[in-house]
């Protein structure tokens, strides 16, 4: 995760006010490195630590339409902060989001597709317990 450079150059700037030393962050990708794309993050939280597993669906047909359908939820990679950590993290999520809304507009959902009469309304979000 990149640090923005606002918060790095207030430390700094606050560090060479108190005659302290500055610190310098040089960010650097081992060989293996790789970046994934995934539509959608679920995890929990014990009292140590938060997990974050990030995913990607895969839609699999079965039979004819009026029969039940299959998604393959594939977690990519899964991410373990401490409680700082992750506390930071929303920090950070929070102003680039803001930032990104300033800029673009707000970011909307996705469009809900008509419900059945009979199906069960879908919550926005689920309560996301334990790890995966």
Do not use: C
């Amino acid at each position: 995760m990149a640090e923005d450079v606002e918060s790095r150059e207030n430390v700094e700037s606050a560090a060479s006010k108190k005659g302290k030393k500055s610190i310098t962050i040089e960010f650097v990708k081992p060989d293996d490195f790789r970046q994934i794309y995934a539509i959608g993050a679920a995890g929990g939280h014990s009292p140590y630590d938060f997990r974050i597993g990030f995913y990607n669906d895969t839609p699999k047909m079965f039979g004819d339409a009026s029969e039940s359908r299959v998604i393959e939820r594939r977690v990519e990679t899964e991410v373990i902060l401490s409680p700082v950590a992750a506390l930071e993290l929303n920090r950070w999520l929070t102003q680039h989001i803001n930032e990104y809304e300033s800029v673009f507009g707000p970011i909307a959902r996705a469009i809900p597709r008509p419900r059945k009469e009979n199906m069960k309304p879908v919550e926005d979000s689920t309560e996301i317990q334990g790890y995966i």
